[in-house]
């Protein structure tokens, strides 16, 4: 059974800025004149996957002073070991104490591209941990705590569509479809030589032969002798 890739989550990635600004400007695009839309973080991103956070679903802990808690999305190129890569994502809960500068992690599930379930796991044993142990956990941190926007604002009717337009940035381009061959105009109709003359054979008439036939002439009587 393929282990789903759940530890990668807290993986330090480089930022692709030219692939980022193309897929905001596609999901903005679609958001244009839906009044429904909202804004949502990319606060991570890489050639091998994306952070997506919602800055209107961080929460405050209830009796817990300075402690938040949040969801993140973590859009995954490959979420199983295999090839070729399949695309998935991480939705996991974490708390953040912001006077503290920590974090950890409470639960995640993990999905297929198609949105089923592969994986979930609550954590047994939630420890906190320096908010600066890795750049996508700082970079939480910093949204819920501070009200930074992370590397890229996008505008959209829900998260899944921020995820499912990220997934599709690993699509393969599509090759233009062949072209129909071109119907040429007929070449035009050349005039037709007439075949030369030769003069048919002469026919030489067969002729009898001119001889006649032999007469055929009675033999000599022999000469009897008398008795």
Not at 130 to 148: F, N, Q, R, W
Request: with cysteine.
């Amino acid at each position: 059974m393929a282990i789903v890739r759940a530890s990668r989550y807290v993986s330090d990635m480089h930022r692709s800025a030219c692939v980022l600004m193309s897929l905001v400007g596609l999901l903005s695009l679609g958001s244009l004149t839906d009044a429904r839309a909202a804004t949502y973080y990319i606060i991570q991103s890489g050639p091998e996957a994306w952070t997506v956070m919602d800055p209107q679903g961080i929460e405050a802990i209830p009796g817990g002073g300075t402690l938040r808690r949040a969801w993140a999305v973590r859009v995954q190129r490959n979420i199983l070991t295999g090839n070729p890569p399949q695309p998935g994502y991480v939705r996991t809960l974490s708390e953040y104490d912001c006077d503290q500068s920590r974090s950890r992690w409470r639960e995640f599930s993990a999905f297929s591209r198609s949105g089923a379930a592969l994986m979930s796991k609550r954590n047994p044993n939630p420890e906190w941990g320096p908010a600066t142990d890795s750049s996508d956990i700082h970079a939480a941190y910093k949204v819920v705590c501070l009200g930074e926007g992370g590397g890229a604002v996008v505008s959209a009717e829900s998260v899944a569509k921020v995820v499912i337009g990220l997934m599709a940035a690993w699509d393969p381009p599509i090759l233009p479809a062949a072209p129909l061959p071109t119907v040429g105009t007929p070449p035009s109709a050349t005039a037709v030589k007439p075949l030369p003359k030769t003069p048919l054979p002469k026919v030489i008439a067969a002729k009898a032969p001119a001889a006649k036939p032999p007469v055929a002439k009675p033999a000599p009587p022999s000469k009897a002798k008398a008795p």
